[in-house]
């Protein structure tokens, strides 16, 4: 896909039908656009026999690295099946910026859970940024459920990811 050099690639957030998350990225990746398609496996049994299925993490939810002009060619001159989201306040293309982008992804592709000691006090919402391990530079809220420490990173109000952080490794920011 051609690259126009004096536009910047986005993160763009698209919808697509159910079912057709994991089509739209194997199209994408054979036409060499980067995208990010959050996805788990899960154990499947049929017919008494179990395997392993890779399944999308949120239905009908893709994102597209590219230019504008090229993402608008990727729906209108390739026919792509998705539509892009509009942002409400701007009624343009919602774009996500290149850090929440990156901390969601990081965030959704990396489970943790290790102990550790805080000496500083963090309330639930306060904002942090994960100073250690795999997450180190992440930015979000702090969140608890069932005693256990969250890191909530927001997509541009879209929707949020959580992954289990120790305590110790947050930061007020």
Not at 3 to 14: L, T
Not at 81 to 92: A, E, L, S
Request: one cysteine or more.
């Amino acid at each position: 896909m051609p690259v126009n050099v004096s536009e910047p690639p986005c993160w763009f957030a698209a919808r697509t039908r159910y079912g057709q998350e994991l089509k739209i990225k194997a199209l994408l990746t054979n036409m060499g656009v980067e995208h990010f398609i959050p996805t788990h496996e899960v154990i499947k049994i049929s017919a008494g026999h179990k395997r392993k299925v890779t399944k999308p993490l949120i239905s009908n939810l893709i994102f597209v690295h590219s230019t504008k002009a090229d993402a608008f060619a990727l729906v209108n001159y390739r026919g792509l099946p998705f539509k892009y989201i509009i942002d409400r306040q701007t009624h343009t293309l919602l774009l996500v910026p290149e850090k929440q982008m990156d901390d969601f992804m990081r965030v959704v592709n990396c489970p943790l859970d290790e102990a550790g000691i805080s000496e500083e006090t963090l309330e639930v919402g306060d904002n942090v940024r994960v100073a250690w391990g795999d997450l180190a530079g992440v930015e979000g809220r702090v969140a608890q459920v069932q005693n256990k420490t969250y890191i909530v990173v927001d997509l541009c109000g879209l929707l949020q990811a959580k992954a289990v952080v120790p305590q110790a490794w947050l930061v007020k920011s």
